[in-house]
């Protein structure tokens, strides 16, 4: 039986894309492992889907619950950790396996794993702001302070010089361990020269001239019923508006004024607790639930940009209001919301700023606009993905 390793480290959003892909590996015949944060949450959920959990660094839940935000040197250190765990666990985990399938940068120590073994190596990232590009700059990594002025072929020139002082000589300390050369551009080596791009290819499409293979987005399809109190509500009157900001800790008035803006406007609002447990005044509380069948319902989405609640809001064919936090591809979604007129985009909100948001997507054209992208999205990338990885190994 054909085996497959995935590999990831992160959040949900993270996650659950490499998930999807699992599971149409398995409907395929394809035996699964995949490397996760130890966190319960991902651990359970791979061994209910009968894909084998590896786990690998910290907790990321109680890294991301932290009170105070990690400080350079404390990133610095873990990132360093983060690799060498890396080292430690992927090549067992490797055993056996035909390819290795690796997501976000911080798998820094994957295609070696996989060059080692003598296996493919995909890298796949979920959105393409995160590839090098001159029609874009790299994306916020915490830490790493942006440049105030310069153009985007510079901006990527010090965005790899900075991987590379964090990397390279880690990295190749193990190569040579591992009996292979030394690599010169880290991040070149991570994304490989043809890397796969697992965004909605009308939502997120990648600029002209980079060199990826397209599969369109992975998402599972959820089948969970919404919990009975959230059905009743649903129920009890008009769309509401929903709040919430995943595995992120929003700025604490942030939830409240959106809370505010709306119910000025007549509206009702969910609020997701997440990981921030949000709890807000005037707002129905929910937590884990099947935002596939919620976000079809609703008035509007309200939310930090990541790239599952942007790509599954927009298929809903719901209007977004967008918060994005300064970090990784939030902002380029938040965006990419924006640039189809499908929503809004808020960089650095205030309760004026907010609530003249909401006057744009809770007008009837934006509404049509959104509901007429959601028509035209796929939801086959994982099983596009899955048979295409499948193709190359036989």
């Keep these: 039986m054909t085996r497959v390793l995935l590999s990831t480290y992160g959040t949900r959003g993270d996650v659950e894309p490499l998930v999807a892909l699992g599971v149409e590996l398995r409907a395929l015949g394809v035996a699964v492992r995949m490397c996760t944060p130890p966190d319960e949450e ?132 193990h190569r040579a361990a591992l009996g292979l050369s030394p690599v010169a551009d880290v991040r070149g080596h991570v994304c490989s020269d043809r890397p796969w791009l697992a965004a909605d290819p009308l939502l997120g499409p990648p600029p002209p001239g980079l060199p990826v293979v397209r599969t369109g987005a992975w998402t599972l399809p959820d089948e969970r019923p919404l919990p009975e109190d959230l059905a009743e509500f649903l129920a009890a009157g008009p769309p509401p508006v929903y709040v919430g900001f995943g595995s992120i800790i929003p700025a604490p008035d942030i939830a409240r004024w959106a809370v505010e803006a709306c119910r000025a406007r007549g509206y009702r609002v969910l609020v997701s607790r997440g990981w921030a447990d949000l709890a807000v005044d005037g707002g129905f509380a929910i937590g884990d639930v099947n935002h596939q069948s919620l976000f079809a319902k609703l008035a509007a989405v309200v939310h930090h940009g990541g790239a599952g609640t942007t790509q599954t809001a927009a ?43 909401f006057d744009v997507a809770l007008a009837p054209e934006t509404r049509a606009r959104a509901k007429a992208l959601g028509e035209r999205m796929r939801a086959d990338g994982a099983k596009v993905a899955a048979r295409r990885l499948l193709d190359e190994l036989r």
């Design 42 to 173: 991902f651990t359970d959920r791979l061994a209910g889907l009968g894909i084998e959990p590896v786990p690998a660094g910290p907790p990321v839940r109680a890294l991301m619950s932290a009170a105070a935000p990690p400080t350079p040197a404390e990133l610095t250190r873990y990132r360093t950790e983060l690799l060498e765990t890396q080292f430690d666990v992927l090549p067992a985990a490797a055993s056996g396996c035909a390819a290795l399938v690796a997501a976000g940068l911080a798998q820094v120590a994957a295609r070696s794993v996989a060059e080692a073994a003598g296996i493919r190596y995909v890298y796949v990232t979920y959105a393409a702001v995160n590839l090098p590009s001159p029609h874009h700059p790299p994306p916020p990594r915490p830490g790493w302070p942006e440049p105030a002025d310069a153009d985007n072929a510079a901006r990527w020139a010090l965005d790899a010089e900075r991987v590379n002082e964090q990397f390279r000589e880690p990295l190749n300390t």
């Design 315 to 357: 298929r809903a064919g719901v209007p977004q209001v967008v918060v994005p936090i300064r970090l990784a591809d939030n902002p380029y979604w938040a965006g990419q919301v924006a640039a189809h007129g499908t929503g809004v985009a808020l960089d650095g909100p205030t309760p004026e700023s907010l609530s003249a948001a």
